[in-house]
């Protein structure tokens, strides 16, 4: 009675066990992770498996013959073991963390795993995961980045993998996406990924219009200080620098047009102004050395 009670208590283990790993199978394969394991990888199931099966082998009662599933069991412990040891060993090597950041639209959090590897320069890489009940995560296709920061490009007091990212300072823009301003530039991630070529569409959209913008206010600013004969302000458009020149003796204005090494689109020369053009659409440089005139940037009729 007693054998039997232990059979059926080792056939319910066994029964649990293989239902924990069916579990871990179907979720690997399907591309989600449990979040709590990503910084262990599968260490701690690899482990529950180990123990409960050395248990279950040392302590098995078989008539013939009677040693048999110590055997295995000393046999399996001989190439499981090492096989634990390499994988935590591969684990430990990569370092990942995870952590969340709530979302202020009501719906899961967005989960981080990130990692960074130091060699003369350090390298942080981060992927992303839509959560489901806080604990499940599928990661987000193609927004996993990284980044290499050199030792000397590191702010004082050393760094990490989060305040790389600048974890803490992100910007939600949308429901589905969010903004981190790392030390490398501003980084968007997008939980669906049918709308991240939208949004990105309409953010170059409107960082253009406002460059656009912010370009044709510098113009005119400078325009204002050629009239007051500001000698050396300078300004950058499309390649080309634009610097005021004012010969006090002669009470002579002119604008320098130079680049480097001929990439901008207007030749290196002389030119008295700068004027607004609204039928031509542009602001005009006139009176040049080479020509008359030259178009340097496009009006926004818009404005």
């Known amino acids: 009675m007693g054998n039997l ?3 059926t208590k080792t056939k319910w283990i066994l029964i649990m066990l293989g239902i924990m790993d069916l579990i871990l199978m179907v979720i690997h394969y399907t591309d989600y992770i449990l979040l709590f394991l990503k910084p262990t990888g599968y260490v701690i199931p690899m482990v529950i498996n180990l123990v409960v099966l050395t248990v279950i082998g040392f302590r098995a009662k078989l008539p013939i013959p009677s040693n048999l599933p110590k055997v295995w069991t000393i046999a399996g ?4 073991i090492p096989i634990l040891l390499f994988h935590g060993f591969m684990v430990g090597l990569r370092g990942y963390s995870y952590t969340k950041i709530d979302s202020p639209y009501d719906q899961p959090p967005l989960a981080i795993v990130y990692r960074d590897f130091t060699l003369g320069e350090t390298t942080y890489y981060y992927d992303f995961y839509k959560t489901k009940f806080g604990f499940f995560g599928k990661q987000l296709e193609d927004q996993s980045f990284s980044m290499v920061v050199q030792g000397t490009d590191h702010p004082p007091g050393g760094a990490d993998a989060e305040s790389a990212l600048g974890l803490g300072d992100e910007e939600w823009l949308t429901a589905n996406s969010v903004r981190f301003y790392t030390w490398r530039g501003t980084e968007d991630i997008y939980l ?5 070529s939208t949004e990105t569409e309409e953010t170059e959209e409107t ?6 913008e912010n370009m044709e206010e510098v113009i005119e600013q400078f325009m204002d200080k050629a009239e007051k004969k500001e000698s050396g302000q300078t300004i950058s458009v499309n390649g ?3 610097t005021i020149r004012y010969d006090e003796a002669a009470d002579q204005e ?4 130079t680049n480097e090494n001929g990439t901008g689109d207007i030749p290196a020369q002389q030119c008295s102004s700068i004027v607004r053009n609204e039928e031509r659409g542009y602001y005009m440089l006139e009176e040049c050395t080479h020509q008359w005139e030259y178009s340097l940037y496009p009006i926004d009729e818009k404005r």
Do not use: G, K, V
């Open 5 to 7: 009670n232990l059979m």
């Open 77 to 80: 412990l001989f190439i499981f």
């Open 192 to 196: 669906d990924a049918s709308q991240a």
């Open 207 to 212: 960082e253009e219009t406002e460059e656009t």
């Open 240 to 242: 080309n620098t634009l």
């Open 254 to 257: 002119w604008i320098d047009i």
